[in-house]
């Protein structure tokens, strides 16, 4: 009898493990999949998708209006500082979503629409 207790209750722990290593497995391909979908659609229609972002920041872009990080990804897109000689607009926005992770999308103002430029998400 208690080796069939110990053999149900080690099932019983190896069965957890693989019920948590597929929800992370799942929860990673979800968050990955909202990356992609979020690297290619403009800010208008990530609205339509996820609702308003919980977190949104709209600013110039200058060297003093963003953060060291904010601006390294500017300068990916405008390896030659054209930013300096143009009205250009960086909006940050943030959303929450149900895997437990905030995806944090940064868009440029371009041809009046906010393009993304970069997507990070913070776990």
Same mark, same amino acid.
């Given at each position: 009898m208690k080796i069939f207790a110990t053999l149900l209750i080690?099932?019983?722990? =190896? #069965?957890?493990?693989? *019920?948590?290593?597929? !929800?992370t497995n799942a929860k990673a391909d979800t968050i990955q999949k909202e990356k992609l979908y979020l690297s290619h659609v403009k800010f208008t229609n990530a609205i339509?998708?996820?609702g308003e972002p919980? =977190? #949104?920041?709209?600013? *110039?872009?200058?060297? !003093?209006?963003?953060?060291?990080?904010?601006?390294?990804?500017?300068?990916?897109?405008?390896?030659?500082?054209?930013?300096?000689?143009?009205?250009?607009?960086?909006?940050?926005?943030?959303?929450?979503?149900?895997?437990?992770?905030?995806l944090t999308v940064w868009y440029l103002f371009i041809e009046n629409e906010w393009k993304?430029?970069?997507v990070r998400t913070n776990a």
């Open positions: 080690v099932l019983s722990l =190896i #069965s957890c493990n693989t *019920k948590e290593v597929v !929800n339509q998708v996820y919980q =977190i #949104s920041n709209k600013k *110039k872009v200058a060297e !003093n209006n963003l953060s060291e990080e904010q601006l390294a990804v500017v300068d990916k897109y405008f390896p030659n500082k054209e930013y300096k000689s143009k009205k250009v607009f960086f909006l940050e926005a943030q959303w929450k979503r149900p895997t437990n992770t905030e993304p430029i970069e």
